[in-house]
């Protein structure tokens, strides 16, 4: 059984058991967490599609951890004017058990 939540501006395809990585929530290590926002359920040949969502449909999920991506180098530099900038960026985001 797989269902389809959005979170975070985006939508993931999650299933039991699953470890999905999401925009960064405002929740410790070992919370449990459920979400309402359940577009579609995928149960084999069966599927349910939400308009806009499923209703009664919950997808409980427990927080791993906080953590911070990989970092992103960003460079800027304009050719023969001297111009040159260099930023780095890290993405946070929750680690979560489906």
Known sequence: MHAIIETGGKQYKVAEGDVVFI???DQDAGDAIKFDKVL????????TFGTPVVEGA??????????KGKKV???????KKGYRKRQGHR?????LTI
Do not use: S
């Not at 993405?91 to 680690?95: A, E, F, L």
């Open 23 to 25: 925009e960064k929530l």
């Open 40 to 47: 579609a359920v995928l149960d084999g040949e069966k599927a």
């Open 58 to 67: 919950v997808v409980d999920a427990t927080v791993v951890k906080n953590g």
């Open 73 to 79: 180098r960003i460079f800027k530099y304009n050719a």
């Open 91 to 95: 993405q946070p985001y929750t680690k």
